[in-house]
């Protein structure tokens, strides 16, 4: 079992950046391979995220790439991501996720392959 918890949302101005980070609980925190989605009022959930139990391997949604950065350290049981140049239409609610990989080191964008949910931290970017 794994529970995470999202922080470090905000409101930010266009061009500004914000970290936002998703701490674990339990001891397994390393099997697990973790992803960044976000949703926006009235739209699906979207991948936007994700990096290998191990960090070795990372895949970003087109949107985002250049832009943010995902992250982990598993001592602490923590991934970050860090955004930079944000838009207003980066504003969504951010959530984490994870999913035992069995010691794979691999990443999804599959939102069905994601076994634990955060709550989800807001992020807002002004014009």
């Known amino acids: 079992q794994v529970q995470l918890v999202e922080s470090g949302g905000g409101l930010v101005q266009t061009g500004g950046s914000l970290r936002v980070s998703c701490a674990a609980s339990?001891?397994?925190?390393?099997?697990?391979?973790m992803g960044w989605f976000r949703q926006a009022p009235g739209k699906e959930r979207e991948f936007v995220a994700a990096?290998?139990?191990?960090?070795?391997?990372?895949d970003y949604a087109d949107s985002v790439k250049g832009r943010f950065t995902i992250s982990r350290d598993n001592a602490k049981n923590t991934v970050y991501l860090q955004m930079s140049s944000l838009k207003p239409e980066d504003t969504a609610l951010y959530y984490c996720?994870?999913?035992?990989?069995?010691?794979?080191?691999?990443?999804?964008?599959?939102?069905?392959?994601?076994?634990?949910w955060g709550q989800g931290t807001q992020v807002t970017v002004s014009s």
């Open positions: 996720a994870a999913f035992n990989t069995g010691g794979m080191n691999y990443v999804t964008r599959d939102i069905k392959r994601y076994e634990y």
């Open positions: 339990g001891r397994t925190f390393s099997s697990y391979a």
């Open positions: 990096i290998s139990w191990s960090g070795g391997r990372t």
